[in-house]
């Protein structure tokens, strides 16, 4: 199982052996190792707290390893700190990029270089030529005076390559970098990444989204509860053996879905909901224990409507009506009050309380005034909901007492889905439920929310990904440039018909 991806493969740039690092009891990597050579991508794939991120903080010096070597161009580095990687040519994207949003691009891509080479920001001016340089090369287009702050997600992240480049990267990790991006963004996206490859720099690709992986890929490391289970050069793996790698087991990804009773009438009435420059008359029904999914590109308006449908945004004209009752416009209480739940799209910034115990944000949104009809729940029932959650979302934490910034990213998606399952909603709407969850987590999430649909929860489910869409939804809606401009039910649901009406 030898990986050189050619006879003449250059030797490594950077080595990983034998790695162990352990949080508190907690094994996060035991005995890893991972070869990187130039101008090759190496996707490093496993579920959800399997150690990816761990590895990735170990090599560029965030955190130390209990055991185990890293190499560089053949030599051990003693003691790798942020300063030795960043020395060594290491380089990790982030998913929040970590750039200043009030600085302009230009300002962005070189000061981390000014400031290693001691200069002070007025002089990175004359640094600018670099930056420059970088993006033509590249051949980008991003506009170097503009500010950060106003750029899309896919547009920061070109500044934060950029970044990496100037300051010579030779080995670029890529944590998660797709999941905020259009398809059009991920394309341009991986055309940047084989100009990097021609550049001789050696990538790391994390990612949940296999095909994706697959496709940009010339190696792959898969591990699973920390520890290496395979490893080999991309040809010797596809989406189902990959999968099979992480979970250690086949993923049932077929469609299934919940019925509902035909004589039911509607839980939840949306009609003619219009807010300008967002969405216009937006009308659609839905039953109890019905599942309905509502697609469209990123920017279309279905997060909106989402956000309509909670009271976090305001719409102009329209009407909420769930079980009967009229929901206020724009008022989040009152959209919980009549039974609404809400898995929103960013989890770590409005979801959750990191530095609390799982257990805590499990029940934040059913303790207070917000809980219908609940307002003594006693703590056995607490404790109760609490523990019935974390084993149901399988949340992988050595307890509930754990804070949630211990979690890791799909583990951190859990606790907010169980948080408002807590809640016990007559409607959940979710953005992106499963952005950032493992394939096997995936379909497990889904079941959880068959479950509920069975009990006669009402499921309104925002995504772009649509065999996600397609194994779960009676019904899916399609949003385009704030209209709803098809609707598939049942039969005609398939997954290139819905992709066909998103991008026409
Ligand atoms: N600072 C920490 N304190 C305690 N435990 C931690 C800490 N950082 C990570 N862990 C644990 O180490 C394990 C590996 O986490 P890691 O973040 O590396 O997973 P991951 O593979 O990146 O997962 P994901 O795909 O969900 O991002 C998890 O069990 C996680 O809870
Ligand atoms: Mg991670």
């Not at 084989?194 to 790391?204: C, D, E, I, P, T």
């Not at 839980?267 to 420059?277: A, C, D, N, Q």
């Not at 409005?350 to 059913?366: E, H, M, Y």
Request: with cysteine.
């Amino acid at each position: 199982m030898t990986a050189d991806p050619a006879p003449a493969a250059a030797p490594p740039v950077l080595e990983v052996r034998g790695v162990r690092k352990t949080f508190g009891g907690v094994v996060a990597l035991d005995d890893v190792g991972i070869t990187l050579r130039p101008g090759v991508v190496h996707c490093l794939a496993g579920e959800n707290g399997c150690g990816k991120s761990t590895l990735i903080k170990i090599v560029s010096g965030v955190e130390p390893a209990d055991t185990g070597e890293i190499l560089i161009d053949g030599e051990p580095v003693s003691r790798m700190t942020p300063t030795a990687a960043l020395r060594a040519g290491i380089q990790v994207i982030y998913q929040d990029f970590s750039l200043f949003p009030n600085l302009t691009v230009a300002e962005n891509i070189v000061l981390p270089a000014a400031i290693a080479a001691r200069s002070k920001l007025y002089r990175a001016k004359r640094l600018r030529p670099a930056a420059e340089r970088i993006v033509q090369e590249l051949g980008l287009s991003l506009d170097l005076d503009e500010e950060v702050g106003k750029l899309s997600v896919a547009d920061r992240q070109l500044t934060a390559i950029c970044r990496a480049l100037v300051q010579e990267a030779r080995v670029i990790f890529m944590d998660e970098p797709t999941t905020a991006l259009t398809h059009s963004e991920v394309e341009r996206l991986f055309e940047l990444v084989r100009r990097l490859q021609g550049r001789g720099v050696a990538l790391v690709f994390v990612s949940h989204k296999l095909e994706e992986v697959l496709s940009v890929s010339q190696e792959v490391t898969v591990l699973r509860s920390g520890r290496l289970v395979a490893h080999g050069p991309v040809e010797e793996f596809d989406v189902r053996s990959l999968t099979e790698a992480m979970t250690g087991r086949e993923v049932d990804d077929s469609r299934i879905v919940v019925e509902v009773d035909p004589g039911a009438g509607p839980l939840l009435r949306v009609e003619s909901l219009t807010l300008p420059g967002a969405f216009t008359d937006v009308s659609f029904d839905l039953r109890a224990g019905e599942v309905l999914g509502l697609t469209g590109l990123l920017g279309s308006g279905r997060g909106e409507i989402a956000e309509a449908l909670f009271g976090v945004l305001k719409p102009e004209s329209g009407t909420v009506e769930l079980g009967g009752v009229r929901v206020r416009p724009g008022s989040i209480r009152s959209s919980i009050a009549a039974g609404f739940g809400y898995v929103p799209e960013d989890r770590l910034t409005q979801g959750l309380f990191l530095d609390k115990p799982i257990s805590d944000n499990i029940i934040a949104s059913s303790l207070g005034e917000h809980a219908r009809g609940r307002l003594f729940l006693s703590p056995r029932r607490t404790a109760e909901t609490i523990s019935r959650l974390f084993d149901r979302l399988r949340i992988k934490a050595p307890s509930v007492a754990a804070p949630v910034r211990s979690l890791s990213g799909g583990n951190a998606q859990r606790v907010v889905l169980a948080k408002w399952l807590a809640t016990e909603p007559r409607v959940l709407i979710l953005n992106g439920p499963t952005v950032g969850v493992d394939v096997g987590s995936k379909e497990e999430i889904l079941q959880i929310l068959r479950e509920a649909a069975t009990a006669g929860m009402g499921v309104v489910m925002i995504s772009d990904d649509v065999p996600e869409l397609v194994s779960i939804c009676r019904r899916v809606l399609i949003v385009r440039r704030g209209e709803i401009v098809g609707e598939f039910t049942d039969d005609r649901i398939e997954t290139h018909r819905i992709q066909e009406v998103i991008a026409a």
